[in-house]
């Protein structure tokens, strides 16, 4: 059995994102090459086994939500796509992803998502503050529950 979620983001940005966000949210959305400086997501520790059995921590970085193409257990494809909006009604950049991820993902992808809730357009926010950024929904399951950012914090699946 797999630990796979769907990963489902469908957000309006405000327009004060500057050239350095934008480009690394293009990388994380697989739409762009990696640029020198990450600043949203700064570290992606990565533990590996040397030949003496020691640990070593090193840094990976990697697009957090980049597939595309076929998903692996969720159905469907995975993608992400960021637009420059022509009407604004609740933000200048339209961003969707549906990505699969792993519990094990869950830390790393809260920074970016905690981020992204920062940046949201004034629709998504609820009257206790809290942002919806879209939902999850376990692979096996037809029931999606929402993906809400709480204090600064992903409310993930349990």
Same mark, same amino acid.
């Given at each position: 059995?797999? &630990?796979?979620? #769907? ?5 309006? /940005? @405000? &327009?004060?994102?500057? #050239? ?26 990565? %533990?590996?086994? +040397? ?7 090193? =840094? ?8 595309? !193409? ?8 995975? %993608? ?6 022509? *009407? ?15 519990? =094990?993902?869950?830390?790393? +992808? ?5 981020? /992204? ?8 926010? @609820?009257?206790? !503050? ?11 399951? *037809?029931?999606?529950?929402? /993906? %809400? %950012? ?9």
């Amino acid at each position: 059995m797999a &630990d796979i979620f #769907e990963l489902m983001l469908t957000l309006d /940005l @405000r &327009d004060e994102l500057s #050239e350095e966000e934008l480009a690394e949210l293009r990388w994380h959305l697989g739409l762009c090459p990696k640029p020198e400086i990450l600043r949203i997501v700064t570290e992606f520790p990565f %533990v590996n086994e +040397t030949d003496d059995g020691e640990l070593v921590v090193e =840094d990976h970085p990697q697009p957090l939500l980049g597939h595309h !193409g076929e998903a692996f257990k969720v159905g469907g494809a995975l %993608v992400s796509i960021l637009l420059r909006r022509e *009407r604004t009604w609740c933000g200048v950049w339209a961003l969707t992803s549906r990505q699969e991820i792993h519990p =094990d993902q869950f830390d790393l +992808t809260g920074e970016l998502l905690s981020w /992204l809730a920062t940046k949201a357009g004034d629709c998504h926010r @609820r009257f206790d !503050g809290s942002v919806d950024l879209g939902w999850t929904r376990f692979y096996e399951s *037809r029931q999606a529950e929402p /993906l %809400v %950012v709480r204090d600064g914090v992903v409310i993930w699946p349990s």
